[in-house]
């Protein structure tokens, strides 16, 4: 084999991309934000739960047009799955996104999310939100000692 031959099969091989595993971890944590297990995705999809776990996993990329359906499924604009991936000036508001995707991963996130989602009493709602930073915040401090 030649040289040539060999950097046409290396270009062949296909390589995870870490822009494929961000993406595949925005469609898990929006699925369990939405309640939908990956059988159910996969079939608003029209693929089978082992290729949504595959997407998730980052193994296999989304091509657009299926990338496009997962969007309209979870009912965000396609641009989510890139928000904070185009530059390192940006990486600040990627961490963000990143930080609140992988407490997303967890079922009590979820749980608290949809718990808070149908509080309707915006002072009941501030009341949460306000007891949840004196939590964690009384848990930094105590780290901190």
Do not use: H, W
Request: proline letters at 2%; one cysteine or more.
């Amino acid at each position: 084999m030649t040289d040539i031959d060999q950097v046409a099969v290396n270009a062949n091989k296909r390589r995870c991309d870490p822009r494929d595993a961000e993406i595949g971890r925005r469609i898990r944590a929006l699925r369990l934000e939405r309640g939908l297990s990956q059988t159910m995705l996969g079939n608003l999809l029209g693929v089978t739960f082992q290729q949504v776990q595959k997407y998730e996993k980052g193994a296999n990329r989304v091509a657009a047009g299926r990338l496009q359906r997962v969007a309209e499924s979870l009912k965000v604009p396609i641009t989510f799955f890139y928000e904070g991936s185009t530059t390192s000036e940006d990486r600040g508001d990627a961490d963000s996104i990143d930080t609140g995707l992988s407490f997303l991963e967890t079922a009590g996130a979820v749980r608290l999310v949809r718990a808070f989602s149908r509080i309707t009493d915006p002072d009941m709602r501030r009341a949460v939100m306000d007891l949840a930073e004196k939590i964690a915040g009384a848990g930094a401090a105590s780290a901190a000692v």
